[in-house]
């Protein structure tokens, strides 16, 4: 059972570049959420899913594009990187939906972006 | 909006030492509440959740945590640190009617030999 998968796992960026992060969960959640992880701030959330074909603006979209391809997949873009956006990058799943508010998340492994 | 302060950003015991975490919230109703432990180069795992009924809830590892709802706290304990629990602590809340928790900034736990 693989849960939640964030690829790549680490990566480094001149300014400017672009790049997805891609993430993946098997367990059929309907919600799915991105965060970054800056040293002191705790989960900062920037776009989440709530189900399939639809997105909504987090804490801190600014800089973030998103995609829910289909249920299993919400992929996060970065289209002109700074080096403010270098930081860990979760991604996480729950079964929350209209009706069910209070399922946990499950997170994916991070993923390490250093933005040169 | 929900918000939630865990006041001490390191915490040091001692190995075989007890050990409680402090969390507090702001939130009118009663909210839900989660704790998740992150090892160093991993993702946040579920320790425990609160929901409703008794207030004292267990979770893995041997943690537990209690919900006061006087002290709008929900703190986290466990009887006797292992070297292993060494981690970042991170508490949450959701509010009714939401799927979008708010994170605490995260305590991480230090043990000594």
């Known amino acids: 059972n693989a849960g939640v998968t964030q690829t790549p796992k680490f990566q480094v960026l001149k300014t400017g570049q672009s790049m997805t992060l891609q993430c993946a969960q098997d367990?059929?959640?309907?919600?799915m959420y991105w965060y970054r992880q800056d040293p002191g701030m705790g989960l900062r959330l920037i776009y989440y899913s709530a189900s399939e074909g639809t997105t909504d603006k987090g804490e801190v979209p600014n800089g973030y594009n998103v995609s829910r391809l289909n249920k299993r997949e919400f992929s996060l873009r970065l289209e002109s990187a700074a080096p403010s956006q270098t930081s860990v990058y979760f991604c996480a799943s729950s079964e929350g939906r209209q009706g069910i508010w209070n399922q946990p998340q499950h997170f994916g492994d991070g993923t390490r972006l250093s933005i040169l | 909006a929900q918000s939630v302060t865990q006041p001490d950003i390191h915490i040091t015991v001692s190995e075989g030492a007890s050990l409680e975490l402090r969390c507090n919230y702001s939130y009118g109703a009663t909210p839900y509440l989660f704790w998740y432990v992150q090892s160093p180069g991993q993702g946040l795992q579920l320790l425990l959740k609160y929901f409703s009924g008794d207030t004292l809830v267990q979770g893995i590892k041997g943690f537990e945590a209690e919900f006061k709802r006087s002290q709008s706290s929900f703190n986290l304990r466990k009887p006797s640190v292992h070297w292993s629990d060494a981690a970042e602590y991170f508490c949450a809340v959701v509010e009714g009617g939401s799927y979008i928790p708010t994170f605490g900034r995260g305590t991480s736990l230090i043990v000594h030999p």
């Open positions: 367990m059929n959640h309907n919600s």
